[in-house]
C-alpha cells in the first residue's frame, strides 16, 4: 500500500493536480483522435474470404486463424466447388486453397508451401486483395489443374486466373527462411545500436559502482546493496503504477475513437505500459543519475523482450501485434509507417511537451519574475 500511495502522490505532484492531469488527458485524447482521423486508422470492416482446406490438419488451422486475425479477414470454410460459385458470384473476395501436403511441409519448413490464392473476377476486387495475397506463389500445375476442369466451372477459373496476384512469397509470416532478411534489416540496425548503447551503460555503472563499494567493508556492502536495491524497486514502482493510471486514462480516451475491441484496447494499454516502464527507467539513470544495478538490468530486459517480440513479428504471424507491446516494436513499426503507432507516438509526444513545458519552463519564469 506504501507503494500505491507513493504513486498517487508522484502523480498529484507531477501534475500539480487531479484537474491538471484531466486537463492533460484531455489533450492526448484531441491528438490521438485528430491524428486518427488523418491517417484514417478506423477499424476495417472484415472482407469476405473463402477457404478450401484440404489437409484439415491443426496446422492448416492455425493458419486460416492467423491469415483471418492478421488481414481483417472474415473466413468462411467450403467446399471447392461452392468457394468458386462463391468467387464467381462475388459472395466472396478471395479464395484461400490449402493442400493435403500443407502439414508435412510446414513441419520441415519447405520453402515452396502448398497454397494457392485466388481473387474475385472483378478488378476492384484483385485491387482490394493486392496487399493480402502480396506474396503467395501459385504453381504452373494449380493453374493447369484449374484450366483442365470441363464445363461452367472453366469460364469461372480463367476469370480467377486472369485477375490473381502473383507476386514473390511472404513465407517469413509462415515460419519459411526464404525472406526473413528483407523486412529485418532496419530492426536488426535499431537492435544492434540499441544492445551497443545498453551495454556501454552498464560497463559504465559496473566501474563506477566497483569504485565506491571498495571505499567499504564487506557488511556496509552488503548493507549498501540492500538498500539500494529496495529503494531502487521502490521507487521504480510508484514511478511506474503513477503512469499506470494515465496509461488507463488514454485507453479510455483511445477505445471510442478507433472503434477497437477489447483485444486491441489491451495491446494500446500495454504499449503504453511498458513504454512508460522504459522511459521511467531511462529518466531513473540517464536524467536524475540513479545508475544502479536494478534500473539498468531492468532497462536491458526491457530492450532485450522489445527485440524479441519485435523479431517474432517478422517471423510469424502470430506474433505480429505483440510488437507494438514493446518500446522497440513501437518505434519501428512507426518508422515503418504504421498509422496506429504514428498516432499514439504524436499523442505521446505531444503529452511529454506540455509535461516539460509545465514543469521546467514555466517554474523558470515564474522564479525570474519574482527575481
Do not use: W
Not at 225 to 247: P, T
Not at 259 to 276: E, G
Amino acid at each position: 500500500m506504501s507503494i500505491l500511495r507513493l504513486s498517487l502522490y508522484k502523480t498529484k505532484m507531477a501534475f500539480g493536480g487531479i484537474g491538471i492531469l484531466l486537463v492533460v488527458l484531455l489533450v492526448f485524447g484531441f491528438v490521438f483522435s485528430l491524428v486518427s482521423e488523418i491517417t484514417q486508422i478506423k477499424a476495417p470492416e472484415a472482407i469476405p474470404f473463402a477457404v478450401v482446406d484440404e489437409d484439415n490438419s491443426p496446422q492448416s488451422k492455425a493458419l486460416v486463424r492467423a491469415f483471418a486475425e492478421e488481414n481483417g479477414l472474415e473466413m468462411a470454410v467450403l467446399t471447392e466447388d461452392a468457394a468458386i460459385l462463391a468467387l464467381s458470384y462475388g459472395d466472396a473476395e478471395g479464395m484461400l486453397k490449402i493442400e493435403k501436403s500443407y502439414g508435412d511441409k510446414i513441419t520441415r519448413e519447405t520453402k515452396m508451401l502448398p497454397l494457392a490464392f485466388y481473387a474475385a473476377p472483378s478488378s476492384v476486387s484483385a485491387e482490394a486483395l493486392r496487399e493480402i495475397v502480396s506474396g503467395t506463389v501459385l504453381s504452373q500445375a494449380a493453374f493447369e489443374r484449374g484450366m483442365l476442369h470441363a464445363g461452367e466451372k472453366q469460364e469461372a477459373y480463367r476469370a480467377i486466373f486472369d485477375s490473381l496476384e502473383v507476386k514473390v512469397p511472404f513465407t517469413a509470416q509462415y515460419n519459411n527462411s526464404d525472406m526473413q532478411a528483407k523486412d529485418s534489416f532496419l530492426f536488426e540496425d535499431i537492435q544492434a545500436m540499441t544492445y551497443g548503447f545498453f551495454m556501454f551503460s552498464l560497463i559504465m555503472v559496473l566501474f563506477s559502482a566497483a569504485r565506491r563499494l571498495g571505499e567499504t567493508s564487506s557488511r556496509a556492502v552488503c548493507e549498501r546493496a540492500r538498500s539500494i536495491i529496495l529503494g531502487a524497486f521502490k521507487d521504480y514502482c510508484s514511478d511506474l503504477l503513477s503512469l499506470v493510471f494515465c496509461a488507463c486514462s488514454v485507453v479510455f480516451c483511445a477505445f471510442p475513437v478507433l472503434q477497437i475491441d477489447l483485444y486491441a484496447a489491451a495491446v494500446i494499454f500495454v504499449t503504453i505500459l511498458l513504454l512508460s516502464a522504459f522511459l521511467v527507467l531511462f529518466k531513473n539513470i540517464f536524467v536524475e543519475g540513479k545508475a544502479d544495478s536494478l534500473s539498468v538490468i531492468l532497462l536491458i530486459l526491457t530492450s532485450i523482450i522489445g527485440g524479441c517480440f519485435g523479431e517474432a513479428s517478422f517471423n510469424h504471424v502470430l506474433f505480429g501485434k505483440l510488437a507494438y507491446c514493446t518500446p522497440q516494436g513501437l518505434f519501428l513499426a512507426a518508422i515503418r509507417g504504421e498509422s496506429h503507432c504514428l498516432a499514439i507516438l504524436a499523442a505521446l509526444a505531444v503529452l511529454l511537451i506540455a509535461f516539460g513545458l509545465y514543469r521546467f519552463v514555466f517554474p523558470y519564469r515564474r522564479q525570474n519574475k519574482r527575481a
